[in-house]
């Protein structure tokens, strides 16, 4: 059985990055237990997270988040208005600006897929080990 929760928002980065942390822990809790442990429920947190950011800081500031349970993984799939494909970069040590999120999300999934939207679009799906 798949359960679906989607969101589509354009809120401001901060507030919008906490709610879909809380969106993604509440449809997990909503799975009942054991549905899944608690570390990968931390990934599946983090990954929401890594993904709205994302999709906030260079998909044009608006996003839908939809997240599906399938018997064997956890769908995290984060869709926004840019047609710019995410790519690794160099994480910044210095000034902290980023350059972590890709490689993690790539690092704890055991799929990640971008596909083109129809309107030039994208959306970026993770499956994550339930």
Known sequence: MTTVSAE????RPLSA??????????F?????????GREQADTVVLVVSELVTNALRHGG?????????????????VEDPSPRLPRARTPDLV??????GWHMVEDLAHHVVVTP?????KTVRALLPR
């Not at 990055?17 to 509440?26: D, F, I, K, P, W």
């Open 8 to 11: 589509r928002t354009a809120l």
């Open 17 to 26: 990055v906490a709610r879909a942390r809380q969106a993604a822990r509440t």
């Open 28 to 36: 997990l809790e909503g799975l009942g237990q054991p549905a899944i």
């Open 61 to 77: 500031g608006a996003y839908t988040r939809r997240l599906a349970a399938h018997p064997c993984a956890i769908e995290v799939a």
């Open 95 to 100: 000034d902290g600006t980023g350059g972590f």
């Open 117 to 121: 939207g129809p309107e030039g679009g």
